[in-house]
């Protein structure tokens, strides 16, 4: 049996995110229990993990490993039931909604597996809709940037229904970009497209890492959507029990069967 | 199968079809109010005017050649002499005979106003237990001069006790008598606000009618002789001037009157209740056609797994049935609830009617739940049509959309309908009748409502254009939000257009009226002063015509003339006509003659210019008449006056009033001031004179005005009151909406809601949705109704409706109202949406 601890291997993983440099996120000692009494799950338990700023970070895991709920919890989306979570220096886990609200809005971007967009508003429109929302206005070099780096300034005019799927998540990716985000969330993003389409999101965020230096976390199941990340972070049963720095989709595949043994 | 999937969808979408629910409920408790109270009100009436039949049988009394509906009716009666009662008394089969005296007295309470008079008469009779249904219960009947008696529920409301001095007005002046006792009225001894004073019978006479006379007879049958025949008997003994009649006929002649009013007011009533129950039929469609979009998934499984399309239908029309029988059942019981509601404003109005049990006729019932079963079934019959259509293969596909139709054929619909409304309308208003323009209102109501998301987009898009500039991203969200479908968003808008559009009609009417009243009396009133009696009809708007010979002398005075009115049979039609002094007649009016002459001889009646236009009459024609006695005559038309609202379209002399109207009583008096006094200073001398009448009103030029117009505007108060029933259906229809939109875009709020979109941000924008989506349903309103207005008005215009006035500044602020009504229509959407949980709501399907 293969099977290691989180309470062992979160000293060493701290110590690789540290070596790596400052942390854009973490998560301390964090435990969500979904439920009461007898009918109560323990999504996470006792999670404590280091996101480093400026890399590419995928956390992966079996379904029901609690991936998704440690995402929304260092995301601000979803309120843990123990622990804390930091954003910067920002201890998530002490705001209250309206402030969780503006520190999403302001220094989080996201990108969902499906739904990204606002049907109604132009690519353009869901590109800078969170800064609209903030009532500040784009900076518009950076936004030029970002808009030829996913390549779509022919389609910018177009409503989502006008769009291939590769294209919506190309869109929900600009906009995640275009805040300037401290740390950009993507739940699942290629689960829904095609093996090219999925591969060029994936390419567009690592280099969004690589050339402008944006924190990503990517939850996932794919390995070879893994494979493009900097570290790979394992989950099951709610804990951390594996971590594994430059991955190749073969590597991932063998941490995979592992776990799920 | 079926019947189980259309109960388990109705709890699973309680909330949503209790809302269409609602709709159903106010409309038809509309329905079920009106009914329940014209019942309860008939039979009140009926057990009222019964109480007589208990006492006596057959009742003697003028006969008239026709029955007026106008006041001054009574003034046509002739008293009944005393030796008619000594004929009925020796007519075999009568056991008993009286002599009754009737006639208008108000009792002045101690505030020294008149009591009552707002409409059931002030009552003078002579005092008489026998054959009456009026027994003392304190103190003593009335003896002598000075004594009068007054009813319980009288006494009871002036706080006067037995020994105290009440005034009295009868035809001449207060005067004051002292209360000898106090009676109960019938077995109630309820008085449905008519007032009684009773004086001792010579006194009554003098006072009320003439001396030695009587207004009736009863009569009492010997065992074994019925009314009938008792009626029979005495007819043929009492003069040709009289006529003797069954009591129980009597009731059932004077029921018919007040139930003919009353008939009138439960069709006006009614009438709003059909137009709640048709703007609820648009909420009743646009829920269930939400729902059915909402459900295209799990409707095209039922189709993959073998339902049929008939079973589609017949599952969402099972769940419409539910509401309708549901809504109906609640209908009914609200009913109950506002017809209670409704006396209890009649009577806040002064118009404190009899009463008795709540009646609940099997009709009533069967009439709620028919209206209610129906228009539920047929505004559902369309989205359950549509569910139908779609197809089994939908339930695979993730993006699922119902086929979007083209806007073609309604356009073609639309169209038809507009032209076909439109031509109905115009035929009603040339003069084929209400019905038609009802018909062509309804007709031009589907049109727009058909066509208006033809212009849905672009008028969004202009109402949105503020909120887009003035709130960034929320505001633009929400403009878009009330694009993207446009047909919701005009089935959402029309509900409230059907109630602005008839509010705005009113609107337009009652100011284009009052416009036309001004400068119609600014043409025709010469009058400076009007002095009338307080009563509305009978002979309590009667007076003692020697008030006028004290106003005449009144200094400052130029003239005073006494007017009556009358109704005569002229041609084949009753005519209202206006009598006075020929000689002064024309000044009050500022008559203007088109032909012929103004100085009017006996024989001869004066005709304003469209009546002669109308009748094809002409200074000259020759037209055979018949007056209230049943006198027929020939008059001659002396002459054409220009129309003038203020002296009516007929116009005859006093002497030939005279000889068919026994009662010398005048009913106004126009006074004319001389120049070179003051109007103050007259009204001063006028006031100080009339004192001693506080039954009498005196009203200057202005006040005039003002009480055409105040009759204007109550009646248009009590409508938009009325129709405000139907803008609360419209806004409900709007939360609905709403809440539906919110359900159905669960994950895109979500979405707004991760990025950053804080909750109040959330709640503006859909507060701002809904002031869009009202602002366009009373824009589209205040368009029709302007149309409609324009249309009735052009309609009346030979009626003396000639001025077109559109109340800009109201009608601007129904538009301003409708925002507000978007917001508050919001507020309980907007907060279900702020509530949702962010995470959930992402992962919704």
């Given at each position: 049996m293969t099977y290691v601890t989180a309470e062992i291997l979160a000293p060493t993983a701290d110590d690789a995110f540290r070596t790596a440099g400052p942390l854009a996120a973490r998560a301390s000692g964090v435990t969500k229990v979904y439920g009461m009494g007898d009918a109560s799950v323990t999504a996470l338990d006792n999670v404590t993990l280091g996101i480093p700023s400026g890399r590419f970070t995928a956390i992966m895991g079996p379904s029901g490993s609690g991936k998704s709920t440690l995402m929304h919890c260092l995301a601000g989306l979803d309120a843990v039931s123990s622990g804390q979570v930091y954003v910067g220096d920002v201890e998530l886990t002490r705001l209250?909604?309206?402030?969780?609200?503006?520190?999403?809005?302001?220094?989080?971007?996201?990108?969902?597996?499906?739904?990204?967009?606002?049907?109604?508003?132009?690519?353009?429109?869901?590109?800078?809709?969170?800064?609209?929302?903030?009532?500040?206005?784009?900076?518009?070099?950076?936004?030029?940037?970002?808009?030829?780096?996913?390549?779509?300034?022919?389609?910018?005019?177009?409503?989502?229904?006008?769009?291939?799927?590769?294209?919506?998540?190309?869109?929900?990716?600009?906009?995640?970009?275009?805040?300037?985000?401290?740390?950009?969330?993507?739940?699942?993003?290629?689960?829904?497209?095609?093996?090219?389409?999925?591969?060029?999101?994936?390419?567009?965020?690592?280099?969004?890492?690589?050339?402008?230096?944006?924190?990503?976390?990517?939850?996932?199941?794919?390995?070879?959507?893994?494979?493009?990340?900097?570290?790979?972070?394992?989950?099951?049963?709610?804990?951390?029990?594996?971590?594994?720095?430059a991955p190749t989709a073969d590597r991932v595949l063998e941490r995979m069967k592992g776990l799920d043994r | 199968?079926?019947?189980?999937?259309?109960?388990?969808?109705?709890?699973?979408?309680?909330?949503?079809?209790?809302?269409?629910?609602?709709?159903?409920?106010?409309?038809?408790?509309?329905?079920?109010?009106?009914?329940?109270?014209?019942?309860?009100?008939?039979?009140?009436?009926?057990?009222?005017?019964?109480?007589?039949?208990?006492?006596?049988?057959?009742?003697?009394?003028?006969?008239?050649?026709?029955?007026?509906?106008?006041?001054?009716?009574?003034?046509?009666?002739?008293?009944i002499p005393a030796s008619a009662l000594a004929t009925v008394r020796r007519v075999p089969g009568v056991s008993d005979a009286v002599g009754q005296v009737m006639g208008f007295a108000a009792i002045v309470g101690k505030d020294g106003k008149p009591i009552g008079g707002g409409g059931p008469p002030q009552f003078g009779m002579g005092w008489g237990e026998r054959l009456s249904g009026y027994h003392l219960t304190t103190g003593a009947a009335p003896a002598g001069d000075h004594q009068v008696a007054i009813d319980t529920v009288t006494a009871q409301k002036t706080g006067f006790h037995v020994g105290d001095q009440v005034r009295i007005v009868t035809r001449g002046p207060a005067e004051p008598y002292t209360l000898?006792?106090?009676?109960?009225?019938?077995?109630?001894?309820?008085?449905?606000?008519?007032?009684?004073?009773?004086?001792?019978?010579?006194?009554?006479?003098?006072?009320?009618?003439?001396?030695?006379?009587?207004?009736?007879?009863?009569?009492?049958?010997?065992?074994?002789?019925?009314?009938?025949?008792?009626?029979?008997?005495?007819?043929?003994?009492?003069?040709?001037?009289?006529?003797?009649?069954?009591?129980?006929?009597?009731?059932?002649?004077?029921?018919?009157?007040?139930?003919?009013?009353?008939?009138?007011?439960?069709?006006?009533?009614?009438?709003?209740?059909?137009?709640?129950?048709?703007?609820?039929?648009?909420?009743?469609?646009?829920?269930?056609?939400?729902?059915?979009?909402?459900?295209?998934?799990?409707?095209?499984?039922?189709?993959?797994?073998?339902?049929?399309?008939?079973?589609?239908?017949?599952s969402v029309l099972g769940e419409a049935l539910g509401v309708g029988l549901v809504g109906s059942a609640a209908g009914l019981l609200a009913g109950a609830g506002l017809a209670a509601g409704l006396r209890a404003l009649f009577q806040a109005f002064g118009a404190d009617l009899p009463t008795t049990s709540m009646v609940i006729t099997s009709g009533t019932v069967i009439w709620t739940f028919g209206v209610g079963l129906v228009v539920t079934m047929v505004a559902a019959y369309f989205p359950a049509r549509r569910a139908a259509k779609i197809p089994p293969v939908a339930a695979l596909r993730d993006d699922v959309a119902m086929p979007a139709r083209s806007l073609r054929m309604r356009a073609l619909v639309g169209g038809v309908l507009l032209v076909a409304g439109g031509g109905l309308l115009a035929t009603g208003l040339l003069g084929a009748g209400i019905a038609y323009v009802g018909g062509g209102a309804l007709l031009v109501f589907l049109a727009v409502a058909m066509l208006s998301p033809l212009f849905a987009r672009p008028v969004t898009r202009v109402l949105g254009a503020p909120f887009r500039r003035l709130?960034?991203?929320?505001?633009?969200?929400?403009?878009?939000?009330?694009?993207?479908?446009?047909?919701?968003?005009?089935?959402?808008?029309?509900?409230?257009?059907?109630?602005?559009?008839?509010?705005?009609t009113v609107s337009v009417l009652a100011t284009s009226m009052n416009a036309s009243v001004d400068k119609a009396l600014d043409a025709s009133l010469g009058a400076d002063f009007q002095i009338s009696a307080g009563g509305s009809f009978g002979p309590a708007a009667t007076f003692d015509p020697s008030v006028s010979a004290d106003v005449a002398r009144v200094p400052g005075v130029a003239s005073a003339t006494a007017m009556r009115y009358a109704q005569v049979k002229m041609g084949a039609e009753l005519r209202n006509v206006t009598v006075g002094d020929p000689v002064k007649l024309a000044a009050p009016f500022k008559l203007a003659a088109e032909s012929g002459t103004l100085a009017l001889r006996d024989g001869q009646v004066l005709i304003d210019a469209s009546t002669a236009e109308d009748n094809k009459w002409a200074v000259g024609t020759r037209i055979p008449s018949q007056y209230a006695d049943g006198a027929t005559a020939t008059l001659t038309v002396a002459g054409v006056y220009k129309d003038n609202p203020m002296a009516g379209s007929y116009l005859m002399g006093e002497t030939a009033y005279a000889a068919h109207y026994p009662s010398k009583q005048i009913m106004a008096?126009?006074?004319?001031?001389?120049?070179?006094?003051?109007?103050?200073?007259?009204?001063?001398?006028?006031?100080?004179?009339?004192?001693?009448?506080?039954?009498?009103?005196?009203?200057?030029?202005?006040?005039?005005?003002?009480?055409?117009?105040?009759?204007?505007?109550?009646?248009?108060?009590m409508i938009t009151a009325l129709l405000v029933l139907s803008i609360l259906i419209a806004i409900l229809g709007i939360v609905n909406t709403l809440a539906l939109s919110v359900i159905e875009r669960t994950r895109e709020i979500g979405l707004l809601r991760a990025i950053g979109m804080g909750r109040r941000q959330l709640r503006s924008m859909i507060r701002y949705e809904s002031v869009v989506i009202s602002v366009f349903g009373a824009l589209l309103g205040v368009l029709v109704g302007v149309g409609f207005g324009w249309a009735i008005q052009a309609g009346l215009a030979s009626d003396g409706v000639d001025v077109l006035s559109i109340p800009v500044g109201q009608l601007a602020g129904y538009l301003l109202a409708a925002g507000v009504v978007g917001v508050l229509a919001a507020i309980w959407p907007a907060r279900r949406a702020a509530r949702m949980d962010v995470l959930r709501a992402i992962a919704t399907q």
């Open positions: 209250d909604d309206k402030r969780l609200t503006r520190l999403r809005r302001d220094r989080i971007g996201f990108v969902f597996q499906s739904f990204n967009l606002i049907p109604t508003l132009t690519a353009l429109e869901n590109i800078t809709l969170p800064m609209d929302i903030a009532g500040v206005k784009p900076d518009p070099a950076w936004l030029d940037t970002v808009i030829d780096t996913v390549g779509l300034r022919p389609r910018l005019g177009h409503r989502p229904s006008e769009l291939s799927g590769g294209q919506q998540q190309r869109v929900a990716c600009a906009r995640a970009l275009a805040g300037k985000p401290d740390i950009i969330f993507a739940d699942e993003p290629t689960g829904n497209l095609d093996s090219r389409s999925g591969a060029e999101v994936l390419a567009f965020l690592r280099s969004s890492v690589r050339e402008m230096g944006q924190t990503v976390v990517m939850v996932t199941h794919d390995p070879v959507a893994a494979s493009y990340a900097d570290l790979v972070v394992f989950l099951a049963d709610g804990r951390i029990v594996d971590q594994l720095a | 199968m079926i019947a189980k999937l259309t109960l388990r969808n109705l709890a699973a979408h309680k909330l949503r079809l209790a809302l269409t629910a609602i709709a159903v409920i106010l409309g038809t408790s509309f329905i079920a109010g009106t009914l329940i109270y014209a019942d309860t009100t008939n039979k009140a009436f009926d057990e009222l005017f019964n109480e007589g039949t208990k006492t006596s049988d057959v009742v003697v009394q003028a006969r008239k050649a026709f029955q007026g509906t106008e006041q001054g009716d009574e003034a046509a009666a002739k008293p000898s006792g106090i009676f109960t009225v019938g077995e109630k001894g309820t008085t449905g606000g008519v007032t009684y004073a009773a004086f001792q019978e010579s006194v009554a006479q003098r006072l009320l009618l003439e001396p030695g006379a009587y207004t009736q007879i009863v009569a009492k049958a010997a065992d074994g002789v019925t009314p009938a025949e008792l009626a029979a008997r005495i007819g043929t003994a009492v003069p040709r001037d009289f006529e003797a009649i069954t009591m129980r006929q009597a009731a059932d002649d004077a029921a018919s009157d007040v139930k003919q009013f009353l008939g009138f007011l439960s069709t006006f009533l009614l009438t709003f209740g059909v137009i709640s129950i048709f703007v609820g039929s648009f909420i009743i469609f646009n829920t269930f056609s939400m729902l059915v979009a909402q459900r295209t998934r799990e409707l095209a499984l039922l189709r993959a797994v073998g339902a049929g399309r008939r079973q589609v239908t017949r709130f960034g991203a929320t505001g633009r969200l929400a403009s878009e939000n009330a694009r993207r479908n446009p047909r919701r968003t005009s089935a959402t808008a029309s509900a409230l257009m059907i109630g602005m559009a008839l509010i705005a008096i126009l006074v004319v001031k001389r120049a070179d006094v003051s109007a103050a200073q007259v009204k001063t001398a006028l006031a100080a004179t009339l004192k001693p009448y506080p039954n009498l009103t005196l009203q200057d030029q202005s006040d005039m005005k003002d009480q055409v117009r105040s009759n204007v505007n109550q009646l248009v108060m």
